[in-house]
């Protein structure tokens, strides 16, 4: 009789935990409240976007031995912009992102308030780039990293992946679908007339195809570049890499010591150094070419 009173006890905890109605009271347990569909989605963060695609105009990419993810450019993003994350600057402060991720400024300051030796570069179509910096040191942009965001930001990588991810979302950087990509291209409205002219002066008159040639407009390769006397700072260096002329009415001042302050002064030190000796009227129709890319 025991055992079997201690049965009943037990059944009728059973049926409360289960939310059965109470014999004695007659109430029922308090149901279980649905799941917000609309809290949990606020949760769950969403999926990074897909990897930029290649704009018109540009080749094939190289291939790559480290891959780059979706996720791992949405981070490299976030990094590269987040002034929390470097004590109040960021990537972004000198590589903006509106001027083919290159600086206003001939030459930025550090974190810590010293003026940089050199301009900071555009960070655009580095995919296809063989090296890095100015004078090409670096044979990658994850392994320059550390030190750059050392020296640059006062500030330590947050974490092992945090070079991965900026080295991502900086080689998915890319610049193409120009004017000029589209005259090639067959559109005809895409150009003036003065830079189908002056893209015969780049090829030939001038010569500038032969250190920026299409369709990434640099060879890729280093060579040896005299700053004027009082136009910049002294620097160990004198050979540089080639600049890529897309996007270049967007990235001035130019030259690795940003001596240049618009296109047309640049346009006149590099003319300066070869025999092509151009009239008025070739000049601006090369600048017309050059603002097409």
């Not at 090296?131 to 320059?144: C, E, H, N, P, V």
């Not at 618009?262 to 092509?276: H, I, M, Q, Y």
Request: aromatic residues 6%; hydrophobic residues 40%; glycine residues 8%.
């Amino acid at each position: 009789m025991k055992r079997l009173f201690i049965m009943v006890i037990a059944a009728g905890a059973i049926g409360a935990i289960g939310g059965c109605k109470d014999k004695e009271s007659g109430a029922k347990a308090a149901p279980t409240k649905p799941i917000d569909a609309a809290v949990v989605k606020e949760t769950v963060p969403p999926p990074p976007p897909p990897l930029p695609t290649l704009p018109l105009g540009l080749p094939r990419l190289p291939e790559r031995p480290s891959e780059i993810t979706p996720a791992l450019v949405a981070r490299g993003a976030e990094l590269f912009s987040d002034e929390r994350t470097w004590g109040g600057h960021s990537c972004a402060g000198c590589h903006q992102p509106e001027r083919g991720f290159s600086s206003s400024e001939a030459l930025d300051r550090t974190a810590g308030g010293k003026i940089s030796l050199r301009h900071t570069p555009a960070l655009i179509n580095l995919a296809y780039a063989r090296s890095f910096y100015w004078d090409g040191r670096a044979a990658t942009i994850a392994s320059l990293l550390p030190n750059h965001v050392r020296g640059q930001l006062g500030s330590e990588l947050p974490d092992p992946q945090a070079a991965d991810a900026l080295a991502a979302f900086v080689l998915t950087r890319y610049s193409g679908a120009a004017p000029w990509d589209r005259h090639e291209s067959g559109d005809t409205e895409a150009v003036s007339a003065d830079a189908i002219r002056g893209a015969v002066v780049f090829n030939e008159r001038a010569g500038c195809a032969v250190c920026h040639p299409p369709p990434l407009y640099t060879d890729l390769g280093r060579h040896k570049t005299v700053v004027p006397p009082g136009s910049g700072p002294p620097d160990p260096a004198s050979r540089w890499k080639t600049p890529t002329l897309r996007a270049i009415a967007k990235t001035a001042p130019y030259f690795h010591a940003g001596t240049s302050t618009s296109l047309a002064a640049a346009l006149e030190v590099e003319l300066g150094r070869g025999d092509a000796v151009l009239t008025a009227q070739e000049r601006a129709d090369l600048l017309a070419f050059l603002r097409a890319l």
